[in-house]
């Protein structure tokens, strides 16, 4: 064996250790985002405080006296915020952490064990490609530890930039640590060379923009999937119905359900013109490998139901009567569609793209 071989081979089993190593600080992230909503709950003092803040800017809203057998009671004032025609104006929960000191501390455990394991994940791909001395995407087990290093690097990125996400932290570390462990486990393929077709500079372009989308695409299906949870539990509200202890403890500390519905809209809406750039960068790589942009295989196929089913989201937010509810539907429908066309495809299909290997 030659020492770049040698080189090569060690490097190849760093990045498996590193890879294993953040999977360990991920389950320690879960543990501390399960203490966050457990020791989070509100109490009836957190709850107090929040009805009697007003929003900022506005004035203090007032406290209604009513008699009730000769006793004075004082009606706690409903703070409402701005939402958009159509919607419920409700406030924005306080968080996972309920606004508890305890709760908030094992959140900021939470996300700095994230944030670790992020750097201990990104070291591990970065490995693995100067293993191999190419991108690190070549097969679906390169694909998956990437895709979900960079789903956490948009996560931490949006907590950098001040937005109110960490209700995603659970959900997130979760489906990561699923990630990784498939990859690990039924995924896993030894570094080697690229056959000849996926030797191009368009690897670097095509998949990488695929990979951001996709992590981009899986925070707004958080969003949607959330924003019917709480939308429910705003209508039960509405109609004077009572949820379940459990489901007022979680639902009660989530951003109100147009808070979330915006946040979907917005990061899907933000993403969609680079998908549309992959599928066209993906049609002049195919160009360029098999002497045709366009045959119709399985994988592009599916990129394109993909990209109408996005497509078909957006149309349906700016129509009246397919916001709320029946959009997210579509939502998650067109994420549905982009997990099949990544491992249903690979993994079920015959596809010219097969030969990427598992």
């Known amino acids: 064996m030659t020492l770049a071989a040698a080189t090569n081979e060690g490097l190849a089993e760093i990045s498996n250790y590193l890879i294993y190593s953040s999977m360990a600080v991920y389950t320690l992230a879960f543990f501390a985002h399960m203490a966050e909503w457990l020791f989070g709950s509100r109490s009836k003092v957190a709850r107090t405080a929040a009805a009697l803040t007003a929003p900022k800017g506005a004035a203090a809203p007032a406290v209604s006296v009513r008699t009730a057998g000769g006793t004075t009671v004082l009606d706690k004032p409903k703070v409402v915020t701005r939402a958009a025609a159509g919607t419920r104006d409700v406030p924005d929960g306080p968080g996972a952490h309920g606004g508890t000191e305890k ?86 393929t030894e570094s080697d060379q690229l056959v000849p077709a ?9 998949v990488s923009t695929a990979i951001f989308c996709g992590a981009v695409f899986y925070l707004g299906a958080v969003g949607s999937i959330l924003y019917l949870f709480r939308d429910s539990y705003e209508a039960k509200l509405a109609r004077g119905d009572k949820p379940g202890k459990f489901a007022t403890s979680v639902m009660e500390r989530l951003p109100a359900a147009a808070t979330l519905d915006k946040f979907a809209y917005r990061v899907n809406a933000a993403v969609f013109p680079l998908w549309t750039f992959t599928i066209i960068a993906g049609a002049i790589w195919a160009g360029d490998a098999w002497g045709r942009y366009w045959g119709w295989d399985a994988k592009e196929v599916w990129s394109f139901i993909t990209w109408v089913a996005y497509a078909a989201y957006l149309h349906a937010r700016a129509t009246a009567g397919w916001k709320g509810r029946k959009a997210a539907y579509i939502a998650l429908v067109a994420f549905l569609c982009f997990l099949w066309n990544y491992y249903g495809v690979n993994m079920f299909v015959n596809s010219l793209h097969s030969y990427a290997g598992v």
Not at 154 to 165: I, T
Not at 198 to 206: A, E, G, K
């Open 103 to 188: 709760g908030d501390l094992y959140g900021r455990i939470a996300v700095s064990l994230t944030v670790l394991a992020f750097l201990l994940e990104a070291a591990g791909v970065v490995a693995r490609a100067v293993s191999v001395q190419r991108a690190p995407w070549g097969n679906m087990y390169e694909f998956s530890t990437t895709f979900s290093t960079v789903v956490v690097g948009v996560y931490l990125a949006l907590l950098l930039a001040g937005k109110n996400v960490r209700w995603a932290g659970l959900p997130l570390v979760t489906t990561v640590l699923l990630d990784l462990g498939f990859a690990v486990t039924v995924l896993y």
């Open 198 to 206: 996926l030797d191009s500079y368009w690897l670097w372009i095509h």
